[in-house]
């Protein structure tokens, strides 16, 4: 019996803060983004509620590098990419874990911060902003260096 499975995730919302860019020691770039999901709903007495949810994302490669030239804190983006769930041991030998979102494609939302406050086209120094990013730099899960994610893990 053949079993489907897809691992996909697509969130548009806001950074709350700006683009970390690392090296890892394969040379290769990581960005890591922390992204602000506003979800509403109706609860039994007939009232909308609103949530927000925290997502970490990772961008890997020159797409992570691109992110972190264009992108500040506030800014909106649509993410498309994959679910990452990974565990670790902690220094005091308790187990824990984490999911993020390995983000494939990175589409840049609205108008930049700069560019609202008449700066030109959104970076300040006269290049012009992508629209968005295509992963090329697709990234194995086996791959991915735990410890080098573990050091953008924030607060769930």
């Known amino acids: 019996m053949s079993t489907i499975c897809v691992n996909r995730v ?52 020159n797409q992570g590098e691109i992110v972190a030239k264009y992108m500040q804190k506030g800014r909106a983006v649509a993410v498309d990419g994959r679910l990452h769930w990974r565990e670790w041991e902690t220094k005091d030998g308790r187990k824990a874990q984490a999911v993020n979102v390995i983000a494939e494609t990175v589409q840049f939302l609205g108008v930049p911060n700069s560019a609202r406050n008449g700066n030109g086209n959104g970076n300040g120094n006269g290049e012009e902003e992508p629209a968005g990013i295509s992963g090329g730099d697709r990234q194995d899960p086996s791959a991915i260096d735990d410890e080098a994610l573990l050091a953008g893990v924030g607060d769930f």
């Open 10 to 61: 697509i969130l548009t919302g806001n950074l709350t803060r700006d683009p970390e860019l690392r090296t890892l020691p394969s040379g290769n770039s990581v960005c890591d983004l922390r992204l602000a999901v506003d979800t509403k709903w109706r609860n039994p007495a007939g009232s909308w509620n609103d949530q927000t949810n925290y997502f970490d994302v990772t961008v890997f490669g």
